[in-house]
């Protein structure tokens, strides 16, 4: 049948089986400017009780934007709300006010520092649901965690939306947390200080997902980014540690052309790396790429021509920030790093990895959240993504710290399953996973194995037993392995 | 109720309401290669009858991929394929053997040349289906258009699937038609003549969306993508059309600092951005933004200084791809570019753009497609989505090519309606589309606006009414808006 369209074109409408709509006519794109205020904004996004809020933690410890933005919602009266950032820091401790009184009852989302501590005492309406960077990425993709509104800090972003972390006085890295948030939340608003012209370029956040743009004085103090700890210990033991992961890499065979290594921020994987590179330096061979958090240690590999390629989606430290505004090309999403649902991954073909543990256990599971007496005070990063995927995962941890063992019978809670670790390199020598017996046949008379028992043994003897916590039987939270099952229950701390 | 997990540890499973599921064990990830055969790609695939394959078209003239493509799955006896390309060339005519032997019985993508000819000539089992650059990443995002096998050409691959068309002896520009496709279709393979180090950088399409590497000698001659007739006019009566459309431009305000402004790649066109450069830096102001295909004109006018910023997805010739690889801060997708489902689009902000026609008509409607015999012969490329987005869109045509009326009283095709169109300028004057009152305002005095009747009765003047095509009844082609309604019908031309 023939219809007249819009234009006064009869066209059939019915054809070969299939049938179609007529043209109806169009209107032309204004393309205008979506900055508006901050309270504009939350009335847009029609923000009320129980909704679930996303933030990005790039700033780390000199975000202002979580503060800022709780702080509006809170003078607005909304309650009830459920967090969903991707990381705290001790910078967010106005939260725990919010949270007295009702305007946050619940959290999703890696806990550093004080909301940690508090949450762990106080419990929430439901237990702080921990995901690694991978699992958080996956759990936004499939709706397991919907972010109602995504707020989105930007250092620098156009009226239309295009946003970066890239360039502006508060750089601090691509945002690469945020990419899932911004196609998935019902509303995204841009948060930044510095609005530039159209288009912005080094965009990571496109106009096509961005419903607001909210300018604010100041997203955050990015001198804040770098933690204290950011530097390679000086301490000897340590020392030997590190030296002990580079020996085990190399004994495996790990150490060669082409290798693609990623360290944690620690320490001494800080200082393992400034070994392996000195290694790799003394042989004249390069490593292919390194994944994962950079920092200036990394640059400086990649300078001293022993590391050709960087891959990194989040930045440690200012050189970090400075080196990935001028290598776009060597920067990625945390989907394209570790998204679990993905075809494939940035971490999968990961040679090796050196991390740091609060504890570990003689079934190799390993425990980055709590501290021994149970309180919930660190981030669970991407600790397990990268252990899953590394051909050689390395837990680098001293037997015990002052009066406590770190190699104990178990851990007091799992933040990385055992089944995904490989080795644990400690002052007292290496356990290798019993699993692994190709590792084991490969460094067999390279490098001596210790039992992991041993190990456990060798720190109960300094420090005795491990004190048993003082927990409640509430449960206040909840770790998962990145394919959205439990892995570990925290209890509640008593004071 | 507790459960143990897989590392024995006893959680609870319900808790404040929800339920969860134990950790189960994981296996290490391996991050093994991924490039095979061409024949083990397809049987991977499992490539049959009634498939939909999907294209893009960066490559050009210079394309061997497609042709390559339809050989291999011919040759293993597979029939009645869709084929889902971004555009077809001259290059691309071996595809009517193909459809003769029934190997491709639908097309839906545009067709530039040979198989747009055969195609209208002889009609496929279902309508050739035209939808511009904005209107076909809109069908895949819905799945009005769904790739069962995505065959994505990268001039650069690791053996993950991380792919380019950056780098590279066969370097084209970012690959940026084939995003959707690669999170949409079925199967992914990215076709290669490079294999590089992982992790490859600049990657447009990432690992975590590739199912198959697929190594071939070549993938094409990239000298190929510019087009012959990529040049600046020297016909005086082409580069006075050129003059009135920047004189235009400037009556109407539009010539300013900051302005976005797209040039189509026809000579005119071209012209017409010279002509605007040279008055940019005449005047020392500079446009904030070119969209859309990059040539070594506006490369040009980057670096005179009269162009602040390159916002571009495609590249129509070899200094735009040397440029490009250079610049990707300023490299777009298409989703990026004209998705019409996204909340912006890169030209919602265009001020104004110049592009060519088949024919014009005095609803100013406008053809892209076919020839005024019926032949369909031409791209329907992103001309309707810019028409839609620019604040002035101008159709730079004359009013009659040879013995053929070009503004006429009814175009053979719709391509882009009325509608958005706002003036046409000729070498006989402009007419404005009555619709645009502000604009005729604002011109007037400044320029002298023909009647678009007037346009056309001096065009019949020169040439008479124009011949009506030898066209029987069946329909063997559909331009579609970028909504996915129809704008027209295109009947089989009778030989």
Not at 390 to 419: C, H, Q, W, Y
Not at 430 to 447: F, Q, S, V
Request: hydrophobic content about 40%; aromatic content about 6%; proline content about 3%.
């Amino acid at each position: 049948m023939k219809v007249e369209t819009f234009s006064g074109r009869k066209i059939e409408t019915n054809i070969a089986d299939r049938s179609f709509e007529p043209y109806n006519g169009a209107k032309k794109y204004s393309g205008s400017s979506k900055v508006i205020s901050f309270e504009k904004a939350l009335q847009e996004c029609k923000i009320k009780d129980g909704m679930t809020l996303s933030f990005h933690h790039q700033l780390r410890n000199g975000d202002f934007v979580v503060n800022l933005i709780l702080d509006a919602i809170s003078n607005m009266g909304v309650k009830d709300l459920r967090i969903a950032q991707t990381a705290f820091f001790d910078v967010h401790e106005p939260v725990i006010e919010h949270i007295k009184n009702g305007v946050v009852t619940r959290i999703e989302g890696s806990c550093n520092g004080p909301v940690g501590d508090y949450c762990c005492k106080n419990p929430l309406e439901q237990p702080v649901i921990l995901r690694s960077h991978g699992g958080r990425w996956a759990a936004v993709e499939t709706g397991e965690l919907h972010p109602n509104i995504a707020f989105i800090a930007a250092s620098a972003a156009d009226i239309r939306g295009n946003a970066t972390g890239l360039i502006g006085s508060s750089a601090f890295g691509n945002i690469a947390y945020s990419g899932v948030d911004a196609v998935k939340a019902d509303n995204v608003v841009i948060v930044t200080d510095n609005i530039v012209d159209y288009p912005c370029y080094f965009r990571d956040i496109y106009e096509g997902l961005v419903d607001y743009v909210v300018e604010v004085d100041k997203i955050g103090d990015p001198n804040k980014i770098v933690s204290g700890s950011l530097k390679v210990t000086d301490d000897s033991m340590k020392l030997s540690i590190a030296r002990n992961c580079v020996d085990l890499m190399d004994a495996a065979g790990i150490v060669k052309e082409g290798m693609i290594f990623q360290a944690g921020a620690g320490g001494i994987s800080l200082a393992a790396i400034k070994y392996l590179g000195e290694l790799l330096n003394e042989r004249g061979i390069a490593a292919g790429s390194s994944t994962g958090g950079l920092t200036k240690y990394i640059v400086d590999m990649y300078h001293s021509g022993c590391l050709k390629q960087i891959n990194t989606c989040q930045c440690f430290d200012m050189e970090s920030v400075k080196f990935a505004s001028k290598h776009p090309e060597f920067l990625s999403t945390i989907g394209e790093y570790s998204n679990p649902l993905a075809k494939g991954r940035n971490i999968d073909r990961l040679s090796t990895v050196v991390l740091g543990a609060t504890e570990v256990d003689t079934s190799f599971n390993v425990n980055v959240n709590t501290h021994s007496d149970g309180r919930m005070l660190h981030g669970i990063g991407g600790h397990q993504d990268v252990s899953t995927a590394a051909n050689l995962s390395i837990m680098a941890v001293p037997v015990f710290r002052k009066t406590n063992p770190i190699v104990r019978e178990k851990v007091t809670t799992i933040s990385t399953p055992g089944d995904v670790v490989d080795a644990i390199v400690t002052n007292e020598g290496i356990a290798i996973n019993p699993n692994r017996k190709d590792l084991i046949e490969k460094i067999k008379g390279k490098i001596e194995i210790v039992p992991i028992e041993e190990l456990k043994n060798i720190a109960y003897s300094e420090t005795g037993e491990p004190n048993k916590p003082n927990l409640g039987e509430e449960i206040v939270g909840i770790t998962k392995f990145m394919d959205g099952t439990v892995l570990d229950n925290i209890y509640r701390v008593l004071e």
